[in-house]
């Protein structure tokens, strides 16, 4: 989530009701244990859509992001603070890398198709749904399923990329007709929630986020993880949070599902800054070994100070295969763990601690068993007050003993050893094209902003007037979608190293600062940095990497790019430890129709200056030989006509603003106020 994803609130929308619808010297001190808590299973689930009203017509609420409030008279743009746990919002200086060369067909594209996308989002379970942005893509594949979660819905493919969950199309009604949303399950449901919000009385229930998921062919079983803020009625936010880990009872991730539920509000550390908890476990992201599944978060505090450090949950991994009553957690906290060299030599918390997932029979034996995470420091929540937005560490943790964790008092060894690497900073925004000038015609959502002339079915004049109940400032742009921060994505060990990447800046052949990644080989047993390297090229961006590596050493790094004559799109590269990584290519089917037309590109929406969401991650999964990847993009193109459909004078199409549906009822390619998708390649390196 890292804090931005609509939570404190957003413009409001007015209108229409059909609107809504073991380490050597200079390791860090090991921390033996941790604190053990038993979690007890919280019941049992299955992908299918809980009980709800349809929205429609009698709707009471036209409330588009959780903690927007309905108003009689139409509120203006929001006022307020949009709270942003990601404290790093300034570039760094890039280092200059060469281009890299753009590929035809490397490696080997096997199949590919559009996987969730926002109007699926927004319309699931009759439309008790809010639009949400960024995605936040969790990406798991086994047992030829491929399973597939982002904010807030979830659905299950079969290797061609049919939907394998039933139909759901003749029950979920919006504003009067059945909506196809491709079999796709909300979160809430899936975890036993009751709608995000009920439109008919305006009630909110639990907001999920950040999803991400493994598929762990030791035991044949998915592992799902969301974050969960408990809300009041009215949306506001209880402090309480907890992770929400479901784990498929069998290997067909279409069955029973048990849910373990961890209280994360309470860490037990203080922070940097000395505000205590109760505490936000943001970012949440999963690995495992052969012994353990590993959940990690960022921990902040709801009240005063920035940072509480990352902290670890890990747990048996099979008592959780087994579904048990109760599963053995160890909960450990980094704060004060690393001994950084850069930019000063100084303590820091762990920040983005990602856990390593491994291909089938690639788990690390040693030590009693070992889990690893790599993490980053260049952001300010670990760097604190010496923060200048750039790093040459590396962090490489190492869990020893998980083994321990199966006996009844788990003895776990933490350390870990900073690298120094080359230098990565904070990235500067992604170009598209267009950025900075007017939106088109091409760009629905910013022109009706801006539009003062179109006639509308009710005779007002200005398409701006179905957004909103006072007039907004006319001058939007397209806009500049975030490039991260320099968090570590995703980890793999496999082969015997450890496999990273993270976001920075780059200056390709010396020229212009871009969006580039820079990667990471590890041999976490020697302790020593086999490889790193950067992708960048002149004229693009490449934001949010994820790394897949099969059994033999053979990856593909999966990323968005996008760039001055590039709408965003689905990239890739190979990555091995001999070469590196390789050319990049956009993936084919992949290539973005359009540019992002999201609501939080809009300071009318979200208040000056904007920051389009984008992200927060990719995904990438090994299944055998073969590395399945996902990444956000733009799959379809829509204009203002088609946008406004009937609510334009004389106008046709959905009875549902900006879906761009062919037809009343028809499947719609995206929503009044976004436009994202994701797309789900399989490639063989």
């Known amino acids: 989530m890292k804090i931005h994803k609509i939570f404190t609130g957003m413009a409001a929308l007015v209108l229409l009701s059909s609107l809504i619808g073991a380490f050597p010297a200079g390791a860090s001190p090991q921390l033996d244990g941790g604190t053990t808590r038993q979690i007890p299973s919280g019941g049992t689930t299955s992908p299918q859509t809980g009980t709800y009203t349809p929205s429609g017509p009698g709707d009471v609420t036209q409330a588009e992001f959780p903690g927007q409030m309905d108003s009689g008279t139409g509120p203006g743009p929001y006022p307020g603070t949009i709270v942003d746990r990601s404290l790093s919002r300034h570039t760094g200086n890039g280092a200059s890398a060469k281009s890299g060369g753009k590929a035809k067909s490397n490696p080997t594209f096997v199949t590919g198709f559009q996987g969730l996308n926002l109007y699926q989002q927004r319309y699931a379970r009759g439309g008790n749904q809010f639009t949400v942005e960024p995605p936040d893509q969790g990406l798991c594949v086994g047992n030829g399923f491929v399973v597939e979660a982002v904010n807030d819905v979830f659905n299950v493919f079969n290797t061609s990329g049919q939907s394998v969950l039933p139909d759901n199309t003749p029950t979920n009604i919006v504003s009067g007709f059945p909506r196809n949303v491709d079999h796709a399950v909300d979160l809430n449901s899936f975890f036993g929630y009751a709608p995000a919000i009920n439109r008919s009385t305006g009630v909110r229930a639990q907001f999920?986020?950040?999803?991400?998921?493994?598929?762990?062919?030791?035991?044949?079983?998915?592992?799902?993880?969301?974050?969960?803020?408990?809300?009041?009625?009215?949306?506001?936010?209880?402090?309480?949070?907890?992770?929400?880990?479901?784990?498929?009872?069998?290997?067909?991730?279409?069955?029973?599902?048990?849910?373990?539920?961890?209280?994360?509000?309470?860490?037990?550390?203080?922070?940097?800054?000395?505000?205590?908890?109760?505490?936000?476990?943001?970012?949440?992201?999963?690995?495992?070994?052969?012994?353990?599944?590993y959940l990690t978060t960022n921990s902040y505090p709801w009240g005063p100070g920035n940072f509480d450090g990352a902290q670890i949950y890990a747990f048996s991994k099979a008592q959780l295969a087994a579904s048990a009553a109760s599963v053995t957690m160890v909960h450990i906290d980094t704060t004060g763990m690393v001994n950084a060299t850069s930019p000063i030599k100084q303590t820091e918390p762990g920040f983005t601690v990602w856990p390593a997932q491994s291909p089938a029979s690639q788990f690390d034996g040693s030590q009693g068993g070992t889990e690893f995470f790599m993490s980053s420091n260049a952001g300010a929540e670990a760097a604190g007050k010496s923060f200048t937005g750039t790093s040459t560490n590396l962090v490489v943790w190492t869990l020893q003993n998980t083994s321990s964790l199966n006996t009844s008092s788990p003895a776990l060894n933490l350390a870990n050893i900073v690298l120094n690497v080359e230098q990565y900073a904070i990235p500067p925004l992604v170009k598209q094209p267009g950025a900075g000038t007017?939106?088109?015609?091409?760009?629905?959502?910013?022109f009706c902003i801006n539009n003062t002339t179109t006639l509308l079915f009710n005779g007002a004049t200005g398409c701006w007037q179905l957004l909103f109940g006072t007039e907004p400032a006319h001058t939007e742009v397209i806009s500049t979608p975030d490039a991260n921060d320099t968090r570590m994505q995703q980890v793999m060990y496999a082969n015997g190293k450890l496999w990273g990447a993270l976001d920075t800046a780059l200056n390709p052949d010396g020229g212009s600062q871009r969006a580039g990644i820079a990667w990471f080989i590890v041999n976490p047993h020697s302790s020593k940095l086999d490889m790193q390297g950067y992708l960048g090229a002149s004229g693009y961006d490449f934001t949010y990497p994820a790394i897949g590596v099969t059994p033999s050493g053979r990856g593909v790094m999966a990323f968005t790019a996008a760039g001055d004559t590039l709408n965003p799109s689905s990239g890739f590269a190979s990555i091995d430890a001999k070469v590196g990584v390789g050319p990049w290519s956009v993936v084919s089917g992949g290539q973005g129709a359009a540019q992002d037309d999201g609501f939080t590109s809009y300071k009318s929406q979200v208040g000056n200056p904007p920051r389009t969401r984008w992200g927060d991650y990719s995904a990438a999964a090994v299944d055998g030989n073969s590395i399945w990847i996902a990444s956000e993009y733009i799959a379809s193109a829509c204009n203002y006509t088609t946008w406004g459909g009937p609510f334009f004078n004389g106008g046709t199409g959905d009875n549902l603003l900006g879906t761009c549906a062919s037809s009343a009822g028809a499947v719609g390619t995206r929503v009044a106020l976004g436009n994202w998708s994701t797309r789900i390649s399989k490639l063989t390196p």
């Open 208 to 293: 999920v986020t950040d999803p991400s998921c493994i598929y762990d062919a030791a035991t044949q079983r998915f592992f799902l993880v969301v974050l969960t803020l408990e809300t009041f009625p009215n949306g506001a936010y209880t402090t309480v949070n907890h992770l929400d880990l479901a784990v498929s009872q069998t290997s067909n991730p279409t069955g029973l599902w048990t849910i373990y539920r961890t209280d994360v509000t309470n860490d037990g550390s203080v922070g940097n800054d000395g505000g205590p908890c109760p505490c936000l476990g943001d970012y949440p992201h999963i690995g495992a070994d052969a012994n353990g599944v």
């Open 438 to 446: 007017p939106p088109t015609t091409n760009v629905p959502q910013g």
